[in-house]
């Protein structure tokens, strides 16, 4: 089975177990309607570091906003949370979220074969170009103190709409890379698991 199945029912037999311990739980209004989520891990809408901002559209659906700094330039990403009963608790994520790419990124110390068909150990300029992906994933919100601040972890995975391959970049310069380089590179892409931890404050 894929492993995006898996994870998918992974997450589907979660929910659905923390509903059903959860049904005497009554949902009351929450006072706080936005929060600052600062956050870092790997292949999350806001990159290895970054902040988003969550606002509550209802008693348990919010929407956010993300951006920082990825492996693959600026990222930028925007999607919708499902909370099981409160602000605190599970939660369940749907987001895009878009890698800016980079014009020229100058790598040192790379193995490459150069325009003579000769393997030599060179600075090289690239050109990465912009990645898209959609992402699954699964929340633990928890409550920190009496001021709604949360502490959180993330688990899903991120699907590459490009997939992770060479014609994501481009070679500047008449050299052919290395194939622990073009590894390298394809590990860089965005997509795969996530996982992310932050402390989110309201405002």
């Known amino acids: 089975m894929h492993k995006l199945q898996v994870f998918i029912l992974v997450v589907i037999c979660f929910l659905v177990c923390r509903n059903v311990f959860a049904q005497d739980t009554i ?3 929450h006072p706080i309607k936005a929060y600052v989520n600062f956050a870092g891990g790997i292949n999350t809408c806001n990159g290895l570091g970054g902040v988003q901002v969550e606002y509550f559209v209802g008693k348990q659906v919010s929407v956010f906003g993300a951006g920082g700094i990825g492996t693959w330039g600026l990222k930028m990403g925007a999607g919708t949370r499902l909370y099981m009963y409160d602000h605190a608790g599970p939660a369940l994520s749907v987001s895009y979220a878009t890698a800016s790419g980079l014009q020229q990124l ?3 110390d790379v193995q490459v074969i150069n325009a003579q068909g000769i393997p030599e150990v060179r600075s ?3 050109e990465l170009f912009r990645l898209h992906t959609i992402n699954i994933s699964i929340l633990e919100m928890f409550p920190m103190g009496k001021k709604h601040n949360r502490f959180f972890l ?13 014609t994501n970049y481009r070679v500047l310069e008449p050299l052919i890379l ?9 590990l860089l ?7 992310s931890m932050g402390f989110s404050f309201p405002f």
């Open 154 to 166: 993330e688990a899903g995975y991120s699907i590459a709409l490009q997939g992770k391959k060479d």
């Open 189 to 195: 892409q965005p997509g795969g698991l996530m996982l």
């Open 106 to 108: 100058k790598l040192q």
């Open 124 to 126: 090289v300029d690239l």
């Open 27 to 29: 949902v009351l209004p």
């Open 178 to 186: 290395s194939e622990t380089t073009k590894q390298a590179l394809r």
